[in-house]
């Protein structure tokens, strides 16, 4: 495993983190502990030392499972979160963003994870006017100052929010989330230099353009009503699909597997420090973790 530095927070992070949001139930897959212990175990013999969950990949049921899997080395790994959404129900939402209510997130947050301070805790998805609240900036800060944060980020939603960007270390920001991969390359304009500018670090999630860039799916796929890329256009389906057979046949050499060349190629831009990948199983990990051999050979 490789290890970069998460920007002006200093945290050392392995290249390859993993994103819990499909432990919360809504990848059509309800995850018991032994499944979520055995990711973890998996991810601790191949060096990796971050997970990015959130307050509402389920009610705190990502948080619950990942807090368990790690109780008994917390200090070994870099736990990212995040606040402003409450969990209603299968891709319902509620939005909580006062002082007082992120603060309460954060206490439901630190019990869920069975720990008392949170590595990153980030701003989620949330537009400019609830970003614009010196009260709530001031709260995080004094989590800052007392430990129960150690530091703040901000997970910018699919509609990149470049101001939230600018105005990362006027807050208190030292990393940001966007969705970065070969299919989606917007933040290489949009965000990157502001972030290079400010040494902000970077997690790049959905860097497998879930699932499309894995290499499993052709042209004319389909998905199952109970999996989330079923609820996009088909249209825009076959438009990646083709897409991802198109960089097969011309980017990628035929001796690599996709989904590891896929993480490389986020890798490899200077702005990003860590990907993201959501996996469903031990062998997933392993292979989100070969990655790092594309990076060694160049």
Same mark, same amino acid.
């Given at each position: 495993?490789?290890?970069?530095?998460?920007?002006?927070?200093?945290?050392?992070?392995?290249?390859?983190?993993?994103?819990?949001?499909?432990?919360?139930?809504?990848?059509?897959?309800?995850?018991?502990?032994?499944?979520?212990?055995?990711?973890?175990?998996?991810?601790?013999?191949?060096?990796?030392?971050?997970?990015?969950?959130?307050?509402?990949?389920?009610? #705190?049921?990502?948080?619950?499972?990942?807090?368990?899997?790690?109780?008994?080395?917390?200090?070994?790994?870099? %736990?990212?979160?995040?606040?402003? #959404?409450?969990?209603?129900?299968?891709?319902?939402? /509620?939005?909580?963003?006062?002082?007082?209510?992120?603060?309460?997130?954060?206490?439901?947050?630190?019990?869920?994870?069975?720990? /008392?301070?949170? /590595?990153?805790?980030?701003?989620?998805?949330?537009?400019?006017?609830?970003?614009?609240?010196?009260?709530?900036?001031?709260?995080?800060?004094?989590?800052?100052?007392?430990?129960?944060?150690? #530091?703040?980020? %901000?997970?910018?939603?699919? &509609?990149?929010?470049? =101001?939230?960007?600018?105005?990362?270390?006027?807050?208190?920001?030292?990393? %940001?989330?966007?969705?970065?991969?070969?299919? /989606? =390359?917007?933040? @290489?304009?949009?965000?990157? $230099?502001?972030?290079?500018?400010?040494?902000?670090?970077?997690?790049? =999630?959905? $860097?497998?353009?879930?699932?499309?860039?894995?290499?499993?799916?052709?042209?004319?796929?389909?998905?199952? @009503?109970?999996?989330?890329?079923? =609820?996009?256009?088909?249209?825009?389906? @076959? &438009?990646?699909? #083709? @897409?991802?057979?198109?960089?097969?046949?011309?980017?990628?050499?035929?001796?690599?597997?996709?989904?590891?060349?896929?993480?490389?190629?986020?890798?490899?831009? $200077?702005?990003?420090?860590?990907?993201?990948?959501?996996?469903?199983? $031990?062998?997933?990990?392993?292979?989100?973790?070969?990655?790092?051999?594309?990076?060694?050979?160049?």
């Amino acid at each position: 495993m490789q290890f970069r530095t998460l920007g002006r927070t200093g945290i050392e992070v392995s290249v390859v983190g993993i994103g819990a949001w499909q432990f919360g139930g809504e990848w059509g897959h309800d995850y018991s502990q032994q499944d979520v212990d055995a990711i973890v175990n998996e991810a601790r013999s191949q060096g990796i030392n971050l997970i990015d969950t959130a307050e509402c990949y389920g009610d #705190h049921l990502s948080e619950t499972l990942v807090g368990r899997a790690v109780k008994r080395d917390r200090e070994k790994w870099v %736990i990212a979160t995040k606040f402003g #959404h409450r969990f209603l129900g299968q891709f319902e939402r /509620d939005q909580l963003w006062s002082a007082a209510e992120v603060e309460q997130q954060l206490q439901d947050s630190l019990r869920a994870l069975q720990t /008392d301070y949170v /590595d990153l805790y980030q701003f989620h998805s949330g537009d400019d006017d609830v970003f614009d609240n010196e009260e709530l900036w001031t709260m995080l800060q004094r989590q800052v100052q007392a430990g129960t944060v150690r #530091h703040i980020g %901000i997970s910018l939603s699919t &509609d990149i929010s470049v =101001r939230q960007v600018e105005d990362a270390t006027r807050i208190g920001a030292g990393a %940001i989330q966007v969705v970065y991969n070969r299919l /989606d =390359r917007r933040s @290489e304009q949009a965000v990157f $230099p502001l972030c290079i500018e400010q040494n902000l670090g970077v997690l790049a =999630r959905v $860097p497998l353009a879930s699932g499309f860039l894995s290499g499993k799916y052709k042209p004319g796929a389909t998905f199952a @009503e109970s999996d989330i890329r079923s =609820r996009r256009e088909r249209r825009k389906i @076959e &438009d990646a699909l #083709h @897409e991802v057979q198109q960089l097969r046949s011309s980017e990628i050499p035929p001796d690599v597997d996709m989904a590891a060349w896929a993480l490389a190629w986020c890798l490899k831009n $200077p702005a990003v420090t860590c990907v993201i990948p959501g996996c469903r199983n $031990p062998q997933q990990v392993v292979s989100n973790a070969a990655a790092v051999a594309l990076l060694e050979t160049g």
